[in-house]
């Protein structure tokens, strides 16, 4: 936790919607005039896509069929901690790039599978925006969670977080859904184990509910639209949560437990404008402060 340099960590599944929700972020830090650095967790992938099948290979050989891009170990999470830890004390850090496709191979000028070089953060900005798979990790000997002054989970139910999955990687990476279905399996174990403990950590937890069936996901057609899905939004500490200014606001929605509120999908937007601008404005302000 950093008053001089606040964090703010939006944690998800792949495919679970992180860089969707960062687009809202982005708004409010354009609005609210506050300049945010922004990291990709993809960034701290401890290999490139070539090293990494073979990394998965021999580990498959020595009997290990557990290890995938969730694991701890397939991430350089002791380099994420200390960018937090450094971001928190002084302001500075750096970052680089995990190209995913022909798309972002276009923008980097790197091939897909490779990282871009490290690049130092631009100075003088209020805030980390970290969005990715590990931003709320705290196992033996990590602690990113407790860098974080700020921290969001993205979780859609797992139907549709891999139906989000699935379209996703085939509409833009250029997988088939058998190859999706190859690694939704395969990171089953780290997903239980790496991914789902953060949720625990998280201030806020945004979790999607399709009210459409996905009872098989591997066949549907599109993804559930915002308006055939609610969201549940609940919160560790609700004290200080103006719920009835909230469920006021917010058209349709209602109280489903004492640190809960559930929205209509098409008002997540909406919601997490209201909820978070003043977190972030509080943040800020109190960043400035300290700095000055
Ligand atoms: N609220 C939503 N309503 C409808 N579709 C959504 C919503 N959130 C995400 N999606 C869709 O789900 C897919 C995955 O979303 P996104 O790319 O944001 O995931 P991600 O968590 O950033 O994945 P990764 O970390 O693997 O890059 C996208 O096709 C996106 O349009
Ligand atoms: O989205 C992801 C994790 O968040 C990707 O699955 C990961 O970055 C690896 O990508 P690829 O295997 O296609 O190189």
Not at 90 to 118: L, Q, S
Not at 166 to 176: E, L, P, S, V
Request: with cysteine; hydrophobic share 40%; aromatic share 10%.
């Amino acid at each position: 936790m950093s008053k001089k340099y606040p964090i703010i960590s939006v944690v998800g599944s792949s495919g679970a919607g992180t860089s969707t929700v960062k687009a809202t972020f982005d708004q409010i830090f354009r609005r609210e005039g506050v300049k945010a650095v922004s990291i990709e967790g993809d960034a701290f992938h401890r290999f490139n896509r070539a090293d990494m099948k073979a990394e998965l290979e021999r580990r498959y050989a020595a009997g290990d069929a557990t290890f995938s891009h969730f694991s701890f170990e397939a991430n350089a999470l002791e380099d994420l901690e200390r960018v937090f830890r450094e971001y928190g004390e002084t302001g500075a850090g750096r970052t680089r790039h995990y190209v995913h496709d022909a798309k972002e191979a276009e923008k980097y000028g790197v091939e897909p599978g490779h990282f871009t070089d490290w690049a130092p953060f631009e100075e003088n900005t209020d805030l980390l925006f970290y969005e990715g798979l590990h931003g709320c990790v705290s196992t033996e000997g990590i602690n990113i969670a407790a860098h974080a002054d700020l921290k969001i989970g993205v979780v859609p139910v797992i139907n549709l977080e891999w139906i989000q999955k699935i379209h996703r990687d085939r509409a833009q990476r250029g997988y088939t859904t058998e190859a999706v279905t190859d690694v939704i399996l395969r990171r089953m174990h780290a997903y239980v184990h790496c991914i789902v403990p953060q949720f625990s950590q998280t201030d806020i937890n945004f979790q999607r509910v399709p009210v459409v069936d996905t009872s098989n996901p591997f066949i549907t057609r599109w993804i559930p639209t915002p308006d055939e899905s609610l969201i549940v939004i609940r919160f560790r500490n609700p004290r200080g949560i103006d719920f009835p200014y909230l469920t006021s606001m917010i058209h349709g929605s209602w109280m489903s437990r004492a640190n809960s509120i559930v929205i209509p999908g098409n008002k997540q937007d909406l919601a997490m404008q209201l909820i978070l601008t003043p977190l972030i404005e509080r943040l800020v302000r109190e960043g400035r402060r300290a700095r000055a």
